[in-house]
């Protein structure tokens, strides 16, 4: 049997004349990794919605021309091979004897299953990578949706025996996204890696965005065919693969961006931490300053569009439009900061004039039909010949017919096929009579009330964002919503298109991630991922087990990592205002993982907020040690656990002090709690697992059933002998902060100083072990307040510094 010897950079792949993949070998010391159980086709194709493998196969050693026979359709393939030593690379040159709607590379079985980047398409198990790469946007990693999986999909738990390579242990939560968009796969012997193309010049049904049997519309040009799709596949020591992926980038001239003059896969940049607020042209002056303040180079507005469609800015923080953007951009860069937008990709809202008052042709629809009979501007029901796309479920029910929005209720269960209590001129758009057989579209919405542009519109979206970015120099976006772009039925392909089109338009140096797990092509665009939203829940529990497997994620892909946005917040009914030990919590996790992160804050928090900049500085302070590597192996594996507390101060340049932090639980003395008669008081039992140190405290007064006119006098601790009393009255809603010294500070809810107060001597030290703290105090009010303190104690102080001293 002819075999077919096919380098691969230090993998050696071998084919049999049948087209299988019979060995993947280390070059280097001939270790298989191979399934032998697994059958694995070089290539597939899908013809009538039946998958082929190929029957034989010949190669032309001159021209490195493999010719792949197919029995069953009649298909011949030519696939071209070239050895470029670090990688091989294999395009699909001539399809004949069959019309081909899908072709396949792969799936191709590995034994490797340590690490399994799905996004990326690299599995390694610390000693070879092996990789696959799409080399243009027509070839989509991953697997077709129309098409049964060859590999268990539920097969979610990763490592099957083998140690993660990566340190960060394996977690069926890590399983995030189908696997027909993922470019490597974990399989019960160990992983595969594919990738597809389709014939896209063909009107076909599919299921797109979860709903099944959708008409997906043809597109044109050289990407709608097959011929022309091209990967990589290599192998390489693991400690290598960006450096191959670098060389494939270059050589087969990929995206490439650079950050700072670095490749963002590899720029200290990439996972830079930025700021977040809600800046205008009047208040960019502030914004920069607050950024600084926290030593960010990045601000970046959360939601400057006042449409989403044309991108227009909000005309109140932006009076002069693109203009006035501009003059923010210029501002800033003056003071060393670079500015950032977030979109919702291809998003659309009700109030863009895409939609209103008369709707683009071009926006998607689940489906069609036809008006079975005439239609006066006042109906209320609405006849149609097929009822399946108005039966969708989706969000809004809206459609178009002709340049009249509708709404309806529901569609009846039976023919005739009617559309029943319809909102007739939806959206400010113009009611009027139409004629039967007109075409009527169900329109794809979505809980955001928003549509969505079909393929060709899609273009001017992109367009837009990236004239928008040349010609105001924003260097920061982040494409939210991509997951918008499937609506159109072109797969990973649309959202690759969209995305590259932005970056031919904007140019290389524009920091970018996604709310979806990037296409394979689209790893070499992607800066990086910040997933992780602080809305609805307290700093130190939002979405945390979400951020923690993130970062599982990010290292097995090779990506830049994040930790996700936090909120610094006013108090609420629900939340208290943010504190310094909220944000150092952050800051030693984002130090831990060597991640970044967005920190929030809206421009009237930052005004109203009293502790702003303790909390900047300590921003400053934690990822100046970050950035400059300071921190050790050790210091970072225990300041990722998420239940430590730190603290961080500067120490000179390039030098800092790290303390571990122990923070009780609240201790509580509640009036309710009390026998009558009983003076205001508690005995709390307490455990100090550091040394023997000052006592430190924050004491909270907290009204009852909202008696805000409620307060405490002389709140007096004990221990160890010695009482600490501060002979003041705290209100509810404000808080006594003691630092460890007879000085007590009175803030109110938002953490703006009141008043300093004095004890008349030193107070009690807290020993090191367990002991008994008693506090007293006298409650103002009816019903009275409830007191709550939380004790503070620091372990040993650990050097910090940066490796260059």
Known sequence: MQMIDLPAGRLRMILDSAGNVVSLKNAENGKEYSVASSESPFIRIVVEGKAEAPSSLSCDG????????????????EVEYANCLRYAAFEVTRIAGADVDTFVWGPYATSV????GESVGVVHDGDLAIGIQSLNMKTVGG????????????DTERGNGQPDPNGGGHSPSDMKFPYSACTAWPTAEGSVLQAFARNRSKAARRTVWNLPDVPVAPIGGEDASIAGTKIALFGCPAGEVLDTIEVIELREGLPHPTIEGVWGKKSPGANQSYFITDFSEATMADAVRYTKQAGLKYVYHPDPFGQWGHFTLKERSFPNGDDGLRGCVKLAESEGVRVGLHTLSNFTTLNDPYVTPIPAGRLQTVGASRLASRVEETAADIEVDDPGPFAARLFRQTARIGNELIEYEAVTDSAPWKLINVKRGANGTAASAHEPGTEIGRLWDHPY??????????????????????????????????????????DDYGVSRFVRKCYDGWGDEVINDASIVGP??????????????????????????????NQRFFARNFIPPMLGWFLIRTASDRFEATTLDEIEWVLSKA??????????????????????????????????????GAFSPE???????????????????????????????????????LQPGQPGGADWAYYNKHGDQPLRFCMRVTPSYGNEDAAVQRPTFYTGNVYLTFDTEVAANHYLVCDGDRVGKIYDRNWNLLRVVHAAADGPAVRSGGQTISFSCKFIGNPKPVVSVIMMTRGKPETVQAPEL
């Open 62 to 77: 001159e021209t490195g021309t493999l010719t792949f026979a197919f029995a069953e359709c009649g298909a011949q393939v």
């Open 113 to 116: 299953a340590g690490s399994i």
């Open 143 to 154: 697997w077709p949706i129309e098409l049964a999986p060859l590999f268990d999909p539920a």
């Open 449 to 490: 009330d928003v549509l969505f542009p079909n393929f060709e519109l899609q273009e001017e979206y992109s367009e837009r964002i990236a004239d928008l970015f040349r010609m105001t120099g924003v260097k920061q976006i982040s494409f939210d919503g991509l997951e918008g772009l499937y609506a159109t039925g072109q």
């Open 520 to 549: 394979n092509y689209l790893w070499h665009i992607f800066t990086r991922f910040n997933w992780g939203e602080p809305w609805g829940a307290a700093t130190r529990e939002g979405q945390l087990e979400w951020r923690l497997a």
């Open 591 to 628: 130090a831990g993982y060597q991640a970044g992160f967005a920190l929030v804050a809206e421009m009237r928090i930052l005004e109203s907020i009293g502790n702003k900049e303790t909390l900047l500085e300590a921003v400053r302070c934690w990822e100046s040690a970050r950035r400059a």
């Open 635 to 673: 210091q970072r594996e225990r300041l990722r656990d998420p239940k430590s507390d730190w603290h961080l101060e500067a120490a000179g340049e390039g030098k800092w002090t790290l303390y571990p932090v122990d923070r009780s639980k609240p201790l509580v003395c509640s009036p309710s709690e």
